[in-house]
């Protein structure tokens, strides 16, 4: 790299701080991308890769892209996880004494997005930072999204906690000094080490401005404090803002919510489907939101889950005084229709990326502030009261922005258009003086044609040559002295006259002015609004929460959703339950509503069979999701529903191959039961789908027996669902576990899964017909019906299992039980071979001694 040219050097000066970056590097009207960086973006962006200094030994590889357009390319990049490193030139051209000033402005990465076009808008796109304190026992997670401010802390003490914050918050970037702590999938930001106590301290105390860290409830809390100031510090190293929207930090207990594991949240749909369809979940089930910061809200409460009785309560009496009032909702709805994302509006404003058209969207939004205040104050409940107490129509900003900003201003400054007349007298004569510039121009054509005689003659613009006078050829010969040629063409010459070239000037003048003049105002615009930064986020807050109450009451009154009756206790009574996202895939009145009575007492485990397709997996899931929209707050799909808190769900729903750790179906079965048995309390909800089909008939049917037995012992609440009909004698020995079966109805060959929960046990598994259903040829269908017939009649003639018998306590059992299973089957085949014609009785006496020998013969 000898004999750099200066550029090149300050290039690599800046990319040497960035190197884990593709630095986007301004030249002009493009960002420039070099050596690696070049290489690496051509290929995922499919633009040419060139060579700079072709002449030399050496060329550099580079590529590039135009910067008014860059932002689609960023997006890209950031997708395949990387970063972005903005680099723009800090000084304008002809001001530079000699090489123009760059630097970074930005950095940005997954975690780390500001504009609209690379976010999701009804979901949050966090950045969490991980750290533990010194002894080590306690890990801190901070998360905060720079988009709208949000920022959030907690603690938990093992790494079991730790993940089941990390699938909850689901961040788009984990910044750690320890990166083998999160699992994969996600994007990794190594940091070489943690922030030490008393600079974590310094950091925090700076940007929120207070004394010390007791205020922002991290006192006794090393780990939380940690983790923020890594979360805060890394923001403002990447981000050239104020960051004035990161007005708050909110310190939370895990023990406030209820758990929702990796397992729980991918098994039961909330957010994502496992057939990829976002709208077939709960969340698109429920989401009936009118603004994105409303859908985004939604979201939080479907993650975090209440636990405290009065926080629920709060927000089904506002659910129901609004469903109780119909008119009401669908005022709300229309004032809310049409607002933009504010949230994220007041982020752009204090990073310094709002757009003139960003800040006037906000005026409009608040304009709606008014009248939404007058509807609340018909409210009864404390949190529509506390709403409108929050909602500030701040008459001070809407005011100054009107009077600032043209109607539809242009979504960038540098055009003119985005200042109102009035605001500042020189502005709005330079506007006029370009506004006369075409008048000016076809006066002077006029004049020219009627001096020179020429016709034809035009006056033409562009960015090059500017200003220019053009003759044809065909007229050379009339072509006034004065006339300075500027520009030679195939039929054509064009001149400049010395009162053109004043014009030029002091029109192109004026449009620097206008620009200049333009950009000074919106930047004192911006600094008004950023010291109304905290009553925005307040007022911005309460729409949000608005919009997620009525959006709830909208669902109730549009889906026959009933209040759910919350409580301390353990009970479950659930009447005519439905599931929120099947019943709504389905036709109207196609779903077949069941009941739920766990009286919290007497009875803990419902032991569920019937065969597979007739609803045992539906019907366990609805009623975990039931539960969490209780606690969310929401009306839920039933008749009547009583419910105590829980506090976590647990669900063991199918076996995933995890083969790329070397996990079995069978291991991972196993690896999720164990987890609930060390973890599930009394107030916890189970949904257990299958356990031990990974393995041996025996074997599989003990653990399940084992399993239901020690929930049952720790009276944790359980939805179990098995194929082992044996299980079904537990309800007579366990008074905590009941019976229920998916009831079938048989006609011939014909079954008919009538989708209901019944009382008591059903003794087949209709696999065979089930087979059928889902497609299996004929041919397959009635062989095995016939099979299924001959091992009927076989086990038979087996001695049978006394359904008393004791449940084997050692794995080990079940190998002696398989092997006398063979040894009856050899004796039941060389029976069914025997020729009894041709048998004498001394045959037949030997064989009966042989079988009476095979039979007491030890294994």
């Given at each position: 790299m000898g004999n750099l040219t200066p550029m090149m050097q300050q290039y690599l000066d800046i990319k040497k701080l960035h190197q884990d970056a593709i630095l986007f590097y301004r030249?002009?009207?493009?960002?420039?991308?070099?050596?690696?960086?070049?290489?690496?973006?051509?290929?995922?962006?499919?633009?040419?890769?060139?060579?700079?200094?072709?002449?030399?030994?050496?060329?550099?590889?580079?590529?590039?892209?135009?910067?008014?357009?860059?932002?689609?390319?960023?997006?890209?990049?950031?997708?395949?996880?990387?970063?972005?490193?903005?680099?723009?030139?800090?000084?304008?051209?002809?001001?530079?004494?000699?090489?123009?000033?760059?630097?970074?402005?930005?950095?940005?990465?997954?975690g780390l997005i500001l504009e609209d076009d690379h976010l999701i808008c009804e979901k949050p796109n966090y950045l969490m930072a991980v750290c533990r304190d010194s002894a080590g026992g306690w890990w801190g997670i901070a998360f905060i999204d720079i988009s709208t401010g949000d920022f959030r802390v907690t603690e938990v003490g093992s790494e079991q906690d730790f993940l089941h914050e990390l699938h909850r918050i689901s961040p788009s970037e984990v910044v750690t000094t320890e990166p083998d702590i999160v699992p994969g999938g996600f994007f990794i930001t190594n940091r070489d080490g943690a922030?030490?106590?008393?600079?974590?301290?310094?950091?925090?105390?700076?940007?929120?401005?207070?004394?010390?860290?007791?205020?922002?409830?991290?006192?006794?809390?090393?780990?939380?404090?940690?983790?923020?100031?890594?979360?805060?510090?890394?923001?403002?190293q990447t981000q050239k803002g104020?960051?004035?929207?990161?007005?708050?930090?909110?310190?939370?207990?895990?023990?406030?919510?209820?758990?929702?594991?990796?397992?729980?949240?991918?098994?039961?749909?909330?957010?994502?489907?496992?057939?990829?369809?976002?709208?077939?979940?709960?969340?698109?089930?429920?989401?009936?939101?009118?603004?994105?910061?409303?859908?985004?809200?939604?979201?939080?409460?479907?993650?975090?889950?209440?636990?405290?009785?009065?926080?629920?309560?709060?927000?089904?009496?506002a659910v129901e005084e609004l469903v109780r009032n119909p008119g009401t909702v669908q005022d709300i709805r229309d004032i809310l229709e049409g607002i933009p994302d504010m949230e994220r509006i007041v982020g752009?404003?204090?990073?310094?990326?709002?757009?003139?058209?960003?800040?006037?969207?906000?005026?409009?939004?608040?304009?709606?502030?008014?009248?939404?205040?007058?509807?609340?104050?018909?409210?009864?409940?404390?949190?529509?009261?506390?709403v409108l107490d929050q909602m500030d129509p701040l008459e001070e900003v809407a005011k100054r922005i009107d009077a600032t900003l043209t109607e539809e201003p242009p979504s960038r400054l540098g055009d003119g258009g985005a200042i109102a007349p009035g605001v500042d007298a020189e502005l709005d004569e330079l506007k006029e003086l370009r506004r006369n510039s075409r008048q000016w121009i076809a006066g002077l054509e006029t004049r020219e044609r009627e001096r020179s005689g020429i016709n034809s003659l035009k006056i033409g613009y562009n960015k090059v040559f500017g200003y220019y006078i053009e003759i044809s050829k065909t007229h050379a010969h009339k072509?006034?002295?004065?006339?300075?040629?500027?520009?030679?063409?195939?039929?054509?010459?064009?001149?400049?006259?010395?009162?053109?070239?004043?014009?030029?000037?002091?029109?192109?003048?004026?449009?620097?002015?206008?620009?200049?003049?333009e950009a000074r105002i919106f930047s004192e615009l911006l600094d008004f609004l950023l010291g109304w930064t905290k009553e925005l986020k307040t007022t911005i807050a309460a729409i949000a929460c608005a919009?997620?109450?009525?959006?709830?009451?909208?669902?109730?009154?549009?889906?026959?959703?009933?209040?759910?009756?919350?409580?301390?206790?353990?009970?479950?009574?659930?009447?005519?339950?439905?599931?929120?996202?099947?019943?709504?895939?389905?036709?109207?009145?196609?779903?077949?509503?069941?009941?739920?009575?766990?009286?919290?007492?007497?009875?803990?485990?419902?032991?569920?069979?019937?065969?597979?397709?007739?609803?045992?997996?539906?019907?366990?899931?609805?009623?975990?999701?039931?539960?969490?929209?209780?606690?969310?707050?929401?009306?839920?799909?039933?008749?009547?529903?009583?419910?105590?808190?829980?506090?976590?769900?647990?669900?063991?729903v199918g076996a995933l191959d995890n083969l790329s750790a070397g996990q079995s179906t069978f291991l991972v079965e196993m690896s999720e039961t164990a987890e609930i048995l060390n973890n599930a309390t009394e107030n916890s909800l189970v949904i257990l789908d299958e356990i031990g089909r990974g393995t041996s008939t025996y074997d599989g049917m003990s653990l399940a027996w084992a399993v239901a037995e020690y929930l049952d012992k720790r009276r944790v609440r359980t939805l179990f669902a098995t194929h082992y009909h044996e299980l079904a004698d537990l309800a007579r020995r366990h008074q905590g576990i009941k019976n229920l079966?998916?009831?079938?109805?048989?006609?011939?060959?014909?079954?008919?899964?009538?989708?209901?929960?019944?009382?008591?046990?059903?003794?087949?598994?209709?696999?065979?017909?089930?087979?059928?259903?889902?497609?299996?040829?004929?041919?397959?269908?009635?062989?095995?019906?016939?099979?299924?017939?001959?091992?009927?009649?076989?086990?038979?003639?087996?001695?049978?299992?006394?359904?008393?018998?004791?449940?084997?306590?050692?794995?080990?059992?079940?190998?002696?039980?398989?092997?006398?299973?063979?040894?009856?089957?050899?004796?039941?085949?060389?029976?069914?071979?025997?020729?009894?014609?041709?048998?004498?009785?001394?045959?037949?006496?030997?064989?009966?001694?042989?079988?009476?020998?095979?039979?007491?013969?030890?294994?």
């Open positions: 030249m002009g009207d493009f960002y420039e991308m070099f050596y690696e960086d070049a290489h690496i973006a051509s290929r995922i962006l499919g633009i040419a890769l060139t060579t700079r200094d072709k002449g030399r030994e050496n060329p550099v590889p580079m590529c590039g892209v135009p910067h008014h357009s860059a932002s689609s390319y960023i997006s890209r990049l950031i997708k395949q996880g990387l970063k972005v490193a903005i680099c723009e030139q800090s000084e304008p051209a002809d001001a530079a004494k000699g090489l123009v000033r760059r630097e970074v402005v930005q950095v940005i990465t997954p922030v030490a106590p008393e600079r974590a301290r310094e950091i925090l105390c700076s940007h929120f401005r207070v004394l010390g860290v007791e205020g922002l409830g991290l006192k006794g809390h090393e780990a939380a404090l940690r983790a923020s100031a890594m979360a805060l510090d890394y923001v403002r104020v960051l004035a929207h990161i007005t708050q930090l909110r310190f939370y207990s895990t023990g406030g919510y209820m758990i929702l594991g990796a397992n729980t949240r991918r098994n039961l749909e909330l957010f994502d489907s496992l057939g990829g369809d976002k709208s077939n979940t709960l969340f698109g089930v429920m989401n009936r939101t009118m603004t994105p910061m409303g859908a985004r809200m939604l979201g939080d409460w479907m993650s975090f889950p209440l636990m405290d009785l009065k926080e629920i309560e709060g927000r089904l009496d752009r404003i204090s990073t310094g990326g709002a757009s003139p058209r960003d800040v006037r969207a906000l005026s409009a939004g608040l304009a709606r502030v008014p009248a939404m205040r007058d509807i609340l104050k018909r409210s009864q409940s404390e949190l529509l009261l506390s072509v006034p002295e004065h006339y300075m040629r500027r520009q030679t063409l195939v039929n054509a010459e064009r001149f400049i006259t010395p009162e053109l070239k004043e014009y030029e000037a002091k029109v192109l003048g004026a449009q620097d002015a206008i620009a200049r003049i919009d997620t109450l009525s959006s709830l009451a909208w669902l109730a009154l549009d889906r026959g959703y009933r209040r759910p009756s919350v409580s301390l206790g353990r009970s479950v009574q659930i009447r005519a339950g439905r599931h929120p996202v099947v019943e709504q895939v389905l036709k109207a009145g196609e779903f077949v509503p069941n009941d739920c009575a766990f009286d919290g007492e007497k009875d803990t485990i419902h032991m569920i069979t019937g065969p597979n397709m007739a609803g045992k997996s539906t019907y366990m899931r609805q009623i975990a999701l039931i539960a969490v929209m209780a606690q969310m707050g929401s009306f839920v799909p039933a008749a009547k529903a009583e419910l105590g808190i829980v506090d976590r769900i647990f669900t063991r079966h998916m009831a079938v109805e048989e006609s011939g060959h014909e079954v008919v899964f009538l989708r209901q929960v019944k009382r008591g046990a059903i003794g087949r598994s209709y696999g065979i017909y089930v087979a059928r259903l889902a497609g299996v040829p004929d041919e397959v269908v009635d062989n095995a019906r016939i099979i299924l017939n001959t091992l009927g009649r076989k086990a038979r003639s087996v001695p049978a299992v006394r359904q008393d018998a004791p449940v084997q306590e050692s794995l080990f059992v079940s190998d002696r039980q398989e092997a006398d299973a063979d040894g009856y089957r050899e004796i039941i085949r060389r029976i069914d071979e025997l020729d009894l014609a041709r048998t004498t009785p001394l045959e037949a006496l030997n064989l009966l001694y042989d079988f009476k020998e095979k039979i007491h013969k030890p294994r």
